[in-house]
């Protein structure tokens, strides 16, 4: 695949507050590995050996330091580089892709992916249906699988960590061409869809149950056209995408692309028996939920991701490094990860939890359900159900937490 | 509301088995005027047969036992011509229920009037009356059936064909636009985008349905399956005056009623209603393309016709001369002769036509008994019965002519005219502007008619020319307007029209990508006309109208030197439409926005570049618009004065005429110019001695 891998890692992940003010999104512990690992993981598994990593100046540190020992941990040889954002209101994914555009990096087509995306999907489709149909962008989009996958996803998401994320309301024709594309809860009371529009796709789908996995291939003309023509747009996904998807078929589009497909491409276009879409159309390609993909964008589905890991780590073939180090009573289920520094007293039980590093889990503890990151110390007899707690946090005896989300440094006193 | 049926015969025979249709035989509205004021629309002949029994014929294939046709306007006519027709015979396999009804206004009191009969017992199909459609009816009834045995409250499915925006049998009054479930075909929303720009689509429905169709792709075919009780319906909310509102309402109220209605789709069947001139060409045409098989003339058992290459249809009795050509696509009725030399293209002609020699006729459709003279030019109109053209009469296209007309020697017939002979042109109603749709629809002439005016119909002739009523502005359902039907005269027009010009292909033109105007070019200049206007009436700051511009134009992404121009074009626009563009008042209105908007001119429009293109778009508008012409010398003095034009600037415009042939326009305006222009050379040439 020809394509310039773009890795998103600067985002303020307003949506997983306050797990924010624990790590930077990139970085947050799904499975005790960093966020940015598993997109990491995706585009080794589609045998990309380059990435460039989109990393904001705050974040800068941290995020090099944990990349530098990712290859240590996935026993891979992907090559990293870093290219820094600096920090400001104004930092957004399309002013980041400009500034990587002005930098003169981009020589192909770019594969833009978001730090979140949690998956091991194949690529290669997605890449054979830009190519071919000369896509200005390509969206990999997912389907989740009817009713029983659902079903268990309204029962384990509880109401205390909000819906399953924003929906977004795609609209697709029969062969896959994009014409519209919003969040659901960014659409007032009614659509309005404009003529034009309509004369020129005058059949197509809106799905509202579609995930946007916020895998892009982005074609090179898009960059300049968005240097040129959308210098005030922040987000790709918000701003741009619906203005390409708006001014499909148009004049000025169709100028940006020809500078860039070659005569070959105009001739094998005039002469082709079959009509071959104009390249400034977008296109999508849709798979199924029962490949893994999902995102990292709420508090409930970063639960959910824990416990998917918990699930399927062989899968994302990252040594989840579960282990019942020291005491032997101690019950941790299969579906766990428990870090190796974590010092477990007797008698604890965990199921389907995630636990961090250097963590300190008292007598009787009963963890269900949740997350327990970094340095947490837990009282005895303490019950977590549910629930995430962040770095430092501080349980005492006996307290019990259902359904609760605890920032970092947060100290619980069981005896009020 | 009628369960309880009185069974007759045996037990097997069950009176619920038995589907019936219900066809409403008037349109309510009056797009065939002046023809439907002898004969009703139903009667109108269709490549020689009568609309209405291409309707009955496809109910009776399609397996329905008993039809009941609602009639109005000329109701005894349309019962006579079924008491005649071979449906009444004890053969007849259906069994035909004529209703007549003296007023009634809209399909809605029809079904009223109906559920009043109490003669629906089960589930029912409703159709018009102008119906051509060889479709699959038993596979919808099917579906219907199906559907209520798993949902109770199912009303109503509508079949609907796929047509491409622009297909020839699409008429435009019918645009539609619908939203079905993906997964169960129910129809969630519909709406006629007539005139919008813009569609707006509930959001809550796509937050309820995983997958929606959206549907600009079709048109309605104006053919339902109706369970028993939507007459019912209809009755219990009286306003619903329409098949769109009753189907409107059900949709917005489905909560309420708890009523459901579906959709079906069809694309490799014929279904298309001919409900005006456009799409009564087009489904002429495709019955003599034979896409409406079996409904094709050659299959009539009353009058066969022979079928031949290049689709020609002769009927017996004809007599053709030696030499006439029939080229291709005619129907030739009964007793017809066709003179020497006379060359006849795409039309149909029905019984006893008599057609003189060195004739040439295409894309008409001429009916029964018509004489047309020698020498004769027709071409895309519609002749009704007994018209006789005398000698070298020339008929433009897109004409009416309607019965009992005669048009004088070596007439012409102008493009679009309607001829009548009838002086009741709207006997079924009267009572607002009837009286008024004569001759002259601007005087109301309460004087009789006169029986002929030559200047309408030539020396010798007989009838008037009619024109239609004005569109009445409060009318909301639309039933008056009268678009102008012209057939193929638009072929230099772009997209719509000419997709509807039909030279055998079938296939919808695709649209033309690259005359697609930017969305957002239109947009921005929508909004910048606001703010000029805005600006003036309500004294808004000018630093503020150039924020809002300067706010849309970021907003659309218009590159800056477009703006000048559109702010230049907003300013020539004059103000908005409900105020005429008198000449004084015009130029009143132009020149104290110019002054208005100095600050705005003058912070756009930089540079020698910008303001040779301002002036080039002012003589552009000025070449076009017929109201600027006049006072284009007054506006460039204007612009002039505001220093938002340099003399140089239009000194090397005007020389760019000089030594060009100029055309009628461009001379005008620079005639009015020249004393400007002179005055400028005279003070420059006093600059330069000062100097």
């Given amino acids: 695949m020809d394509l310039h891998p773009v890795l998103l890692a600067g985002g303020q992940a307003s949506g997983l507050y306050p797990l924010n003010e624990a790590y930077p999104k990139a970085l947050l512990p799904v499975g005790n590995k960093p966020l940015l690992y598993y997109p990491l993981r995706l585009l080794e598994k589609n045998n990309f050996k ?22 240590r941990l996935a026993s891979s040889d992907i090559e990293f580089n ?14 980041a892709l400009s500034a990587l555009k002005a930098s003169g990096r981009i020589k192909s087509d770019l594969l833009v992916l978001s730090c979140d995306v949690l998956s091991t999907v194949s690529l290669i489709q997605l890449w054979e249906k830009h190519v071919t149909l000369r896509s ?90 968005m240097q040129e023509h959308l210098k005030n747009a922040l987000s790709f996904k918000r701003e741009v995408l619906p ?9 000025i589009l169709l100028q940006f692309s020809e500078r860039f497909h070659d005569d070959i491409d105009k001739l094998a276009s005039q002469y082709s028996s079959s009509p071959v879409p104009s390249p400034t159309q977008c296109h999508a390609h849709t798979i199924s939920g029962a490949e893994l993909c999902t995102r990292v964008n709420t508090v409930s589905l970063y639960m959910e991701a824990n416990r998917m890991i918990g699930q399927h780590s062989s899968s994302f073939m990252l040594d989840s490094g579960t282990s019942g180090q020291g005491i032997k009573s101690s019950a941790i289920s299969g579906d766990s990860v428990v870090d190796e520094s974590t010092q477990l007293s007797d008698k604890v039980s965990v199921k389907r939890s995630m636990i961090g590093r250097h963590c300190v889990i008292g007598e009787k503890v009963k963890v269900i359900n949740s997350v327990i990151m970094d340095h947490v110390v837990i009282g005895e007899s303490c019950t977590i159900q549910n629930s995430i707690l962040c770095n430092q946090v501080r349980l005492e005896e006996k307290a019990t937490l259902k359904d609760c989300t605890v920032g970092p440094r947060v100290t619980i006193n069981s005896k009020e | 509301m009628s369960s309880k049926v009185v069974k007759k015969g045996g037990k097997k025979w069950n009176p619920e088995d038995v589907i019936q249709a219900v066809v409403i035989a008037d349109s309510f509205n009056f797009r065939f005027l002046p023809l439907t004021t002898e004969k009703p629309r139903a009667l109108l002949p269709l490549v020689n047969r009568p ?53 009634c206004p809209s399909v809605g009191d029809a079904l009223r009037d109906i559920d009043s009969q109490a003669c629906i017992k089960s589930d029912f199909v409703l159709v018009s009356g102008d119906l051509v459609s060889n479709m699959e009816l038993q596979e919808v009834i099917k579906k219907h059936k199906k559907l209520r045995e798993t949902d109770k409250m199912t009303v109503m499915t509508n079949v609907y064909k796929k047509a491409a925006p622009g297909h020839r049998t699409r008429s435009k009054e019918d645009d539609i636009l619908i939203a079905t479930s993906s997964s169960s075909g129910r129809l969630l929303f519909c709406e006629k985008p007539i005139g919008k720009k813009k569609i707006s689509v509930p959001t809550d429905i796509f937050e309820e349905n995983e997958e929606i169709d959206i549907h600009y792709d079709v048109l309605d075919c104006h053919i339902s399956v109706c369970s028993p009780n939507v007459p019912q319906l209809f009755s219990d909310n009286f306003d619903y005056q329409t098949r769109y509102h009753f189907i409107r309402g059900i949709i917005v109220n489905e909560e309420v009623l708890g009523n459901y209605i579906y959709a079906h789709f069809i694309s490799d069947q014929y279904a298309a209603r001919v409900s005006n001139l456009q799409t009564y060409e087009a489904v002429s045409k495709d019955v003599m393309y034979r896409w409406v098989y079996p409904l094709v003339p050659d299959n009539s058992i009353l009058e066969p016709y022979s079928y031949g290459r290049h689709n020609l249809y002769l009927s017996s009795g004809i007599s053709l001369a030696f030499d006439c050509v029939l080229e291709e696509d005619v129907v030739l009725g009964p ?27 295409s894309g008409c459709y001429i009916w029964d008994d018509v004489t047309i003279g020698d020498s004769c030019k027709l071409s895309n109109s519609i002749i009704a019965s007994n018209v006789e053209f005398k000698d070298g009469v020339i008929v433009e296209p897109g004409c009416i002519i309607s019965f009992n007309v005669v048009v004088g020697q070596d007439f012409r017939v102008v493009s679009g005219t309607r001829l009548t002979t009838s002086k009741n042109s709207l006997s079924f109603d009267t009572d607002d502007w009837g009286d008024e749709t004569d001759r002259d629809a601007e005087q109301a002439l309460p ?43 638009t072929s230099g027009n772009i997209s719509q029209e000419s997709s509807s010009d039909s030279n055998g292909t079938r ?61 230049m074009k907003a300013l020539l626009e004059g103000p908005s439409e409900s105020t005429e563009g008198k000449k004084p008042v015009l130029i009143e209105y132009i020149i104290k926005s110019l002054r208005y908007h100095k600050t705005l001119l003058l912070h756009y429009v930089k540079g020698n570049d910008l303001q040779a293109s301002v002036l080039n778009l002012v003589t552009s508008s000025a070449m076009k618009e017929y109201a600027i012409r006049p006072i284009f010398a007054k506006i460039v003095l204007e612009l002039y004065n505001l220093d938002v034009l340099d003399e140089s600037t239009i000194l090397s415009w005007h020389s760019q005429f000089k030594g060009t042939r100029a055309s009628k326009e461009q001379q005008e305006i620079l005639k009015s110019v020249a004393p400007v222009i002179e005055w400028l050379e005279n003070a420059e040439e006093e600059s330069e001695e000062e100097n």
């Fill in chain 1, 50 to 71: 380059e990435v460039t990593v989109i990393v904001n100046s705050r974040d800068l540190k941290s995020i090099k330091q944990s990349l530098d020992e990712y290859p």
């Fill in chain 1, 82 to 95: 870093t290219f820094e954002v600096h920090d400001s209101d104004e930092t957004g994914s399309a002013v």
């Fill in chain 1, 136 to 225: 200005a962008v390509s969206l990999l989009l997912v389907k989740p699988l009817p009713s029983n996958n659902s079903d268990e996803r309204q029962k384990t998401s509880t109401p205390a960590f909000g819906g399953a994320g924003e929906k977004d309301l795609i609209g697709l024709t029969e062969s896959g061409q994009v014409v519209f594309h919003s969040s659901l809860a960014d659409v007032d009371d009614e659509l309005k869809l404009s003529k034009k529009m309509l004369q020129r796709t005058p059949h197509f789908k809106m799905h509202s149950n579609l995930l946007d996995s916020h895998v892009y291939i982005v074609s090179r003309w898009v960059l300049d056209y």
């Fill in chain 1, 243 to 251: 203005h390409l998807l708006k001014n499909q078929d148009s004049k």
């Fill in chain 2, 51 to 103: 609309l209405i029994d291409y309707t009955v014929e496809f109910l009776a294939v399609s397996g329905i036992e008993e039809v009941f046709i609602y009639c109005c306007a000329h109701a005894d006519a349309i019962k006579k011509h079924f008491n005649q027709s071979r449906w009444s015979k004890q053969s007849s396999p259906i069994k035909l229920h004529i209703i007549m009804s003296e007023n």
């Fill in chain 2, 335 to 361: 007793d017809t002769t066709v003179g020497a030399s006379t060359v006849i293209s795409h039309s149909s002609i029905g019984q006893r036509c008599n057609i003189g020699k060195g004739v040439t006729i």
């Fill in chain 2, 447 to 489: 004087i009789t008619m006169p029986e002929c005016v030559d200047s309408d119909v030539g020396c010798g002739g007989k009838g008037f020319k009619w024109d239609p009523p004005q569109p009445d502005s409060d009318d909301e359902s639309g039933r008056f307007i009268h678009e102008k039907w012209h057939p193929h005269i």
């Fill in chain 2, 507 to 567: 296939s919808p033109s695709p649209l033309p990508l690259t005359t697609e105007l930017d969305d957002a070019e239109d947009s921005f200049y929508a909004e910048t006309l606001d703010c000029v206007r805005s600006g003036v009436t309500d004294s808004v700051k000018p630093e503020n109208t150039i924020l809002m511009i300067n706010a849309s134009k970021h907003a659309y992404n218009i590159p800056i030197q477009e703006v000048p121009l559109n702010v």
